[in-house]
């Protein structure tokens, strides 16, 4: 209705005689159009308002559309990335890795559920789902019981998640050198990989995966061990089938168990030594018998699990704090103050956790009896007790193999998540980005080149001793700004430099420790220092490819120069250089830090030459400048770094004929050999997992051959301080 009567009052409009307000100029009906645009511009600006609402509205559906289809934000939260952590391993390798990477298998086998079934009235068989239980056959599923469950196998598993592993625990390891995690944090969510002959993967789920996981395990069997009480034997061996696929359905349980399996086995194995050889190993062969003859749960009570996993870390604990006396390199030997009968207490507390917890088994209670009253065993005999725990203690890897056993133990859900939300952040993305569209990339040797250019001029380069300790005007320093701000990032850092709170002191009297200091500080500023240790990171995920690729040594190196380069654009270094400022001695250090960064300056020379006057004889002194766009880089001669020349190239005048950044850029973007050139600026930094994704990018411009520029997500550190 309103409509109709905006129209008819149009129409009124346009009818009535208006050129009588100038009836000499002649308007006829112009009068009566600028009375109607009046009228209806009203409601013109309210109908492009609503449209303009409309467009959002849509824009946003169409946007959420688009990231459903993209998958962009599929892992949003750290509790996220525990859930999906397994399946973003298989998109790893299948966007991540090229072709030339020996993968042995992108997914883990699925762990077929054996059934059970009474085989003779004098034991039991074991025949696999829809399979006659012939001997091939049951010695195929006991095979099969034992790769599956308890890891014992003649090749490796986990070989899904190799390169994975070693990605994932590149990017912690970038974390963990940056403070962004501390060690504990480092230690819960890094991939581990346990040497020797007693470890059947060749990586093992880090412990923010496998927590709790264990005691779910004790827990499903527990409740299924006690259904069997009382039960026919056909009906205890469903159980059986039961407790197998409760534990083969979860594959972070069933890596819990094997480790557990494994380390308390290893533990057992190198603190007992020969003297208990043959006893231990009968009776890790009744338990591998038990879990192929479908008996578990007749000889297992599963109630007094608890307490044989407190016996093993408690025994862990002890061994972990022993000392060992290192005052004379050639003989080591175990601290003075070493309890050697509470270790071996500690260890008999583990045999009788053992045998409480299979004491339906008369051979494994005859051979722990055996193993325990070994007249010239571990309890026995002090001297083999010495010398079995120096030995043990001094193996390489031990600490590390203890520690993963009490986190793997003790290490609750609710503790495994970082505390820094910036890890939370980062690690939410990688793990978010592997399940987007990707190209799959080419080899190293195939992949195109890049150059990375940055411009820099007199701009903060790395915070000296005296920027962090001089105090402003409110009696507050750059550095006590710093550790107040990024609080857990300090602790962080004073762990990894080894210097207690009390002894902050330290960091400024040692001159290693003053380096790391301004380190510190200066990666939490805008400074050039924090951009190109980013930057850098791209040729440390380059080599780590390539070597997934088989390169090796030199030619490894040399690849990576082919197909990556940086160039600093540092305009004034000779200028610096000659003012004997400390930037110039701060960008040698740059390239001392980075063998393949490259310092493009200006050089500017000047020369006085005898003029010559028209007859011939000598005349006034003419001073002639020329300007030198130069490349240089850090070598080694003898003791000494110093700045090599690398290129000269004279220019025809001074660089500054417009903007300053800008004709910055263009003197030194002669030095860039890459096929493509990526400009970063000062206010950005690199992280690990981004440059894992940079062949991807770069294989964009293959796949669309008109493509000059390629965008990609970008992160804005100062964007919490500014």
Known sequence: SDVCSSDLAVVAIWDLYLSWWYPSMGLGQFPNLIVCFVRCAPMLVMYMIDMQIWFMLWTAGYGTVLGWTMRIGEVPTFTTVRERFLSA????????????????????????????????????????????????????????????????????????????????????????????????????????????????????????????????????????????????????????????????????????????????????????????????????????????????????????????????????????????????????????????SAIADHCRAVLDALEKAFSSDKRMMEELEALKFTSSGLFWDETYRASQVLRLVQQDGTAAKLRGMLALCNTAVVDVKPKHWEVQRRLAWFISSLFMDVPRPAPVARMQSWSVLTPFYAEDLLYSAKELALKNEDGISVLYFLKTVHGDEW????ERVGVAAKDEAQLWQDRKLALELRLWASFRGQTLVRTVEGMMLHERALRLQASWEGMRGESLEQMIRQKFSYVVSCQAYGQHKKARDPKAADTEYLVQRFRNLRVAYVDKAVTFAQGRNADGSPGAMRESVRFYSVLAKGVREGAEEVMQEVFRVQLPGDIMLGEGKPENQNHAIIFTRGEHLQAIDMNQCGYFEEALKMRNLLHEFVLQPGASIVGFREHIFTGGLS
């Open 89 to 340: 391993s298989k998109h790893f390798n299948r966007k991540i890795l090229s072709d030339a990477v020996p993968l042995i298998s992108e997914v883990e086998p699925v762990y077929d559920v054996p059934s059970f079934s009474a085989a003779s009235s004098a034991g039991r068989g074991v025949e696999m789902r829809g399979k006659a239980n012939k001997d091939g056959k049951n010695k195929e599923g006991m095979a099969e019981l034992q790769q599956g469950l308890l890891g014992v196998s003649s090749t490796l598993g986990n070989e899904s998640l190799r390169f994975f592993a070693e990605a994932w625990n590149g990017v912690l390891d970038d974390m963990r050198q940056s403070d962004m995690v501390n060690n504990h944090e480092l230690q819960v969510l890094v991939f581990n990989k346990w040497e020797g002959a007693s470890f059947s993967r060749c990586t093992y789920l880090p412990v923010f995966i496998t927590a709790g996981k264990l005691n779910e395990a004790i827990h499903q069997a527990t409740v299924i061990g006690s259904e069997g009480e009382s039960t026919s034997l056909n009906k205890q061996l469903g159980l059986e089938a039961k407790l197998h696929a409760a534990l083969g359905k979860d594959f972070a349980m069933r890596e819990a168990c094997v480790e557990f399996w494994e380390l308390s086995k290893w533990v057992l194995t190198a603190l007992l030594g020969d003297r208990h050889e043959g006893s231990l190993a009968r009776i890790v062969s009744c338990v591998l018998t038990h879990l192929q003859e479908g008996s578990v749960l007749d000889v297992l009570v599963a109630a007094k699990l608890p307490a044989l996993v407190k016996a093993v870390v408690d025994m862990s604990k002890a061994l972990l704090s022993i000392k060992v006396d290192a005052s004379e390199p050639r003989e080591p030997k175990l601290d003075a103050g070493t309890n050697l």
């Open 491 to 494: 602790t962080s850092f004073l």
